[in-house]
């Protein structure tokens, strides 16, 4: 009954497979990450700045207290 071993073993090496290439993915991501910049600076009314200048602002209801 050498099945049994031989799944196991496999199903170890999958595992340890797919977590080494994980890592190095992982590992190679971080270092080429440059970072997040914007492209230019937004533009436009408000406090946040704004794209759509004829956009109505959005209207926040007031919260309800729960029974």
Known sequence: MLFFPNLKRQKLLSFGLLFVTLAIGIVIGTIMNTG???NRQAQG???G??????A??????EAH???
């Open 56 to 61: 109505s602002p959005l209207v926040i209801p």
């Open 65 to 67: 207290q729960a029974c």
């Open 49 to 54: 700045g704004s794209n759509a200048p004829d």
């Open 45 to 47: 009314h408000g406090a």
């Open 36 to 38: 997040v910049k914007a």
